[in-house]
């Protein structure tokens, strides 16, 4: 069984940085993808940023793309996200997702992900 556990949101102003964690257990695929998607309230699940086993691949949102980075640390199986110049707009639960890597557009789609973590609240104050 697949367990995600994400950390690092909080409350920043505008401007400012923050940096989540995503810790997966129970991962046995080997070319698996890990992704981080956001949801605001009242608003559909949203890519944001998608990172592939080797890490030799990465795809972005357009509306992040420049501002945060995706990276991985595939011994600990963990996938990080670094967010900069954070916006008001960015406000919303942050999501880490594991599954298979089916390629950078198709690892963008929710229904690509049958494992989910329980999500990191990020608040950006203006």
């Known amino acids: 069984q697949v367990q995600l556990v994400e950390s690092g949101g909080g409350l920043v102003q505008a401007g400012g940085s923050l940096r989540l964690s995503c810790a997966a257990s129970g991962l046995t695929i080997t070319n698996y993808a890990m992704a981080w998607f956001r949801q605001a309230p009242g608003e559909e699940r949203e890519f944001v940023a998608v990172?592939?086993?080797?890490?030799?691949?990465?795809y972005y949102a357009d509306s992040v793309k420049g501002r945060f980075t995706i990276s991985r640390d595939s011994a600990k199986k963990t996938a990080f996200l670094q967010m900069n110049s954070l916006k008001p707009e960015d406000t919303a639960v942050y999501y880490c997702a594991a599954d298979l890597w089916r390629g950078p557009v198709d690892s963008a789609s929710t229904t690509g992900y049958r494992n989910w973590g329980q999500g990191t609240q990020v608040t950006v104050s203006s």
């Open positions: 990172i592939n086993w080797s890490g030799r691949s990465t």
